[in-house]
């Protein structure tokens, strides 16, 4: 399996301040026959199912707020919300979909500061 | 609009076998790209991915519940059925189905929609 890890636990940001998520993956994750990396990150507020926030690493999901990006490449990703609001709250996953079992990390909480 | 929804019993007992149905509108279970997969989330922990089928019939499995697990798909009722086996406390869970789409014009296989998910409890 693929070994997705995260980076924190968990972070506190003052609103309208920068929040940076850190995701390692175990192995590579870029498929170079199409050069795409195989990679998404999800929010999930209480009592909510995940939604798809980015994919192929740094594609913005349809509706989603222009201050969510995501970047890198490889083994290396980063989810940035360039100005923190109070609906943000909620934990963050990154997920590899390069090969099965599709892994997830184990999750960031974002809180207010 | 894509919808999926989970159903099966909210309590099993221990040794049991567990049989959920995810029930999906919006899409076809036929259309090349397409598939339904399986994830479930402890209460208050990370997400875990368990199983997929495909659009081809080609079905996949979290190695660690390999022996557990079996995933199949009604297209004419746009339904598909896991089953886990054995079911133990630890299992307890939340369970959610949702789609994907592994065309590389879509997300390639992400997860773009989810279902509500099912809390399902495991005691005796």
């Known amino acids: 399996d693929i070994v997705m890890t995260q980076s924190p636990d968990s972070l506190a940001v003052s609103l309208g301040e920068r929040a940076t998520i850190n995701c390692k993956s175990s192995?590579?994750?870029?498929?170079?026959?199409?050069?795409?990396?195989?990679l998404g990150w999800y929010q999930q507020r209480p009592g909510q199912p995940p939604k798809l926030l980015i994919y192929w690493a740094s594609t913005r999901e349809s509706g989603v707020p222009d201050r969510f990006s995501g970047s890198g490449s490889g083994t290396d990703f980063t989810l940035t919300i360039s100005s923190l609001q109070a609906e943000d709250v909620a934990v963050y996953y990154c997920q590899q979909y390069y090969t099965t079992p599709h892994t997830f990390g184990q999750g960031t909480k974002l809180e207010i500061k | 609009q894509i919808t999926l929804k989970e159903s099966g019993p909210t309590l099993v007992k221990p040794t049991q076998t567990l049989t959920l149905t995810c029930t999906f509108s919006g899409f076809s279970l036929s259309t090349s790209g397409v598939g339904v997969v399986w994830i479930r989330q402890p209460p208050g922990k990370a997400l875990e991915w368990l199983t997929l089928?495909?659009?081809?019939?080609?079905?996949r499995y979290s190695p660690s519940l390999k022996t557990r697990l079996t995933i199949t798909k009604d297209t004419s009722k746009n339904q598909v059925v896991v089953t886990m086996t054995n079911m133990d406390p630890v299992d307890t869970a939340t369970y959610y189905c949702?789609?994907?789409?592994?065309?590389?014009?879509?997300?390639?296989?992400?997860?773009?929609?989810w279902g509500q998910g099912t809390l399902v409890t495991v005691s005796s």
């Open positions: 192995q590579s994750v870029l498929y170079r026959s199409n050069n795409k990396n195989y």
């Open positions: 949702a789609y994907t789409n592994l065309k590389t014009d879509k997300t390639g296989g992400a997860i773009d929609y």
């Open positions: 089928i495909y659009w081809d019939d080609d079905k």
